[in-house]
């Protein structure tokens, strides 16, 4: 979102259906009280309203953030006029992270089986969605990136490369909990493989483990390999 967000023609919306998730699934997520209090939690509505923005504001593309298991109790048809990304990440090295603020994390908290279900029935509906993966793209954030904006018909930038430190005016209202690392960052950090993995997790990645290799044979690749 923060690379997408340095294009002049381009607005970012945070994570829209937040609060609509909270309501719907009871999840108690850091902060929910105040995600509850402030975002429209009627995820029809939300999806409904960003779309009609959307046209009538034709100087902008709109990049809308979401959370794969936030797509629940809502009708997913808006995914079939818009183009769709799908960000993954090995869950050997995302999990211990997403631990940190959900300790109790299960598969549907990862959205990795939900992204499967999702990339194929978008195939099956005749649209190429792209799969970004996060370490091809630490690899190769430029080559990366310019296969993605080639693949959505847009023009890369070198700007997308680099943002200033510090929050942004669109964060969610939860980016205290959850944004600590990306608000220190600059741009895309080189990639640094993680070696340790809690015990405890390791049945978890058995279960997420599958949904992410299936993604992954559909990713992006970096053209230039980095250190393992």
């Not at 993954?88 to 908290?109: K, Y």
């Not at 493989?193 to 992006?220: G, I, M, Q, V």
Request: with cysteine; aromatic share 10%; net charge negative.
């Amino acid at each position: 979102m923060y690379s997408f967000a340095q294009l002049a023609d381009v607005r970012v919306v945070d994570e829209p259906l937040y609060g609509h998730y909270l309501r719907v699934s009871g999840a108690d997520h850091p902060g929910r009280d105040e995600v509850l209090e402030k975002m429209n939690c009627d995820g029809d509505a939300v999806i409904r309203d960003m779309l009609d923005d959307a046209e009538s504001d034709c100087a902008k593309q709109l990049f809308i953030k979401h959370m794969a298991h936030h797509l629940v109790a809502i009708d997913l048809g808006f995914l079939q006029h818009t183009r769709n990304i799908f960000l993954i990440r090995d869950p050997q090295e995302m999990l211990p992270s997403l631990t940190v603020q959900l300790p109790h994390a299960r598969l549907a908290d990862t959205g990795l089986e939900q992204q499967w279900h999702l990339f194929g029935d978008l195939l099956a509906s005749g649209q190429q969605p792209a799969v970004l993966d996060s370490r091809e793209l630490l690899l190769d954030p430029a080559g990366v990136l310019e296969q993605l904006c080639r693949h959505l018909e847009l023009g890369f930038s070198e700007r997308m490369l680099h943002w200033p430190s510090g929050p942004r005016a669109e964060d969610g209202v939860w980016s205290p909990h959850w944004y600590h690392a990306v608000h220190q960052s600059t741009g895309f950090a080189p990639y640094k493989a993680k070696t340790d993995f809690p015990s405890h997790l390791e049945p978890l990645l058995k279960e997420c483990a599958p949904w992410y290799d299936r993604l992954y044979e559909h990713a992006f690749r970096a053209s230039t390999q980095g250190d393992d």
